[in-house]
T-cell receptor, first 113, second 114 residues
C-alpha cells in the first residue's frame, strides 16, 4: 500500500506486482517532464520522458501518463522487481528556450520478494 | 554508471568555513549542472555551466559559486558555510546547455556542516 512517511511518501509492493507512482507538478506552463530513479548512494538516473503533446509514452517495463488538465504525471512499472526499489522523482521544465529542471519531492518504492 | 565522477564522496566542515567540490563530466559533454539535495527532498538546481560560462542560476545566494574548466570539469565553491548547507551535492553533465537536455548525474558529495 501507499503511505506518507516522515520524509517521503512510500509505496510498498510485492515482486511481480505492477507499481504506479504519482506526481503532481507545479507549473501549468511546463511542457516537458522526466522521471528519474535514485538508488541509495547514487545520483538520479534518467528513466523516461514525455512532452506535453503526448498523454502516454512507453518504455521497457515503464509507462508514463500525463494529465495536463489536473497537472498530474504517473509512472507505471510492470512486473516490479527488487532492483526497482529506489526513490523516484518527477521533474518538469519548459521545452522552449532556456529552462532548468524542477524536481518533485520523490516517492520511495519498496519491493519485497 | 554515467561516467560522471565527483570528489570527495563525503566531507565534514564547520560553520563559517569554505568548501570546494569537484566534478568530472562525461566524455563529450560540454555542460555541467549542480544541484543541492537535502535529506528527503528532490534535487534543487543551483547553477549550470556551459562552455565555461554560467548560463543559468537557481535561487541560491552568491556565496555559492562555480567554475568550469576547458576540459568541462567543474567546481562548486561554497563560502561562509551554514548548518543548512548540509546536503548531498550532485553534479550532472550533459550536452547542449539548454537546461533541460538529458542530464547524467554523478554519485554526489555528501557535505555535513557542524
Amino acid at each position: 500500500g501507499e503511505s506518507v512517511g516522515l520524509h517521503l511518501p512510500t509505496l510498498s509492493v510485492q515482486e511481480g506486482d505492477n507499481s504506479i507512482i504519482n506526481c503532481a507538478y507545479s507549473n501549468s506552463a511546463s511542457d516537458y517532464f522526466i522521471w528519474y530513479k535514485q538508488e541509495s548512494g547514487k545520483g538520479p538516473q534518467f528513466i523516461i520522458d514525455i512532452r506535453s503533446n503526448m498523454d502516454k509514452r512507453q518504455g521497457q517495463r515503464v509507462t508514463v501518463l500525463l494529465n495536463k488538465t489536473v497537472k498530474h504525471l504517473s509512472l507505471q512499472i510492470a512486473a516490479t522487481q527488487p532492483g526497482d526499489s529506489a526513490v523516484y522523482f518527477c521533474a518538469e521544465c519548459l521545452i522552449s528556450g532556456y529552462s532548468t529542471l524542477t524536481f518533485g519531492k520523490g516517492t520511495m518504492l519498496l519491493v519485497s520478494p | 554508471e554515467t561516467g560522471v565522477t565527483q570528489s570527495p564522496t563525503h566531507l565534514i566542515k564547520t560553520r563559517g568555513q569554505q568548501v570546494t567540490l569537484r566534478c568530472s563530466s562525461q566524455s563529450g559533454h560540454n555542460t555541467v549542472s549542480w544541484y543541492q539535495q537535502a535529506l528527503g527532498q528532490g534535487p534543487q538546481f543551483i547553477f549550470q555551466y556551459y562552455r565555461e560560462e554560467e548560463n543559468g542560476r537557481g535561487n541560491f545566494p552568491p556565496r555559492f559559486s562555480g567554475l568550469q574548466f576547458p576540459n568541462y570539469s567543474s567546481e562548486l565553491n561554497v563560502n561562509a558555510l551554514e548548518l543548512d548547507d548540509s546536503a548531498l551535492y550532485l553534479c550532472a553533465s550533459s550536452y547542449g546547455g539548454t537546461g533541460k537536455e538529458t542530464q547524467y548525474f554523478g554519485p554526489g558529495t555528501r557535505l555535513l556542516v557542524l
